[in-house]
């Protein structure tokens, strides 16, 4: 007890994979990638979390990020 604080994990988002039709205001540190359509999106996004050893979340607009803890 009393280092809950410390226990906390946070995850960095690497990069973000998106459509055209997405705005992507600020990515922040993150590289961003716009693929032409949705099978090159998923298999981009399968790439790089390959690569950098992330994970991959799905928002629910279509928008790819790749995590890493």
């Known amino acids: 007890m ?3 604080r410390s ?10 994979v ?3 039709n997405h705005k992507i205001v600020s ?5 961003v990638l716009e693929a032409k359509n949705e099978e090159e ?4 996004t399968l790439e ?7 994970d991959v979340t799905q928002l ?6 790749i995590l890493r803890s």
């Open 60 to 65: 629910s607009n279509g928008i790819y990020l």
């Open 48 to 54: 790089i979390a390959k690569t950098v050893k992330g």
């Open 7 to 16: 226990q906390r994990q946070t995850a960095a988002i690497i990069a973000v």
């Open 41 to 44: 999106q998923q298999k981009l």
């Open 18 to 20: 998106t459509l055209s």
């Open 27 to 31: 990515a922040g540190e993150a590289f």
């Open 2 to 4: 009393g280092n809950e």
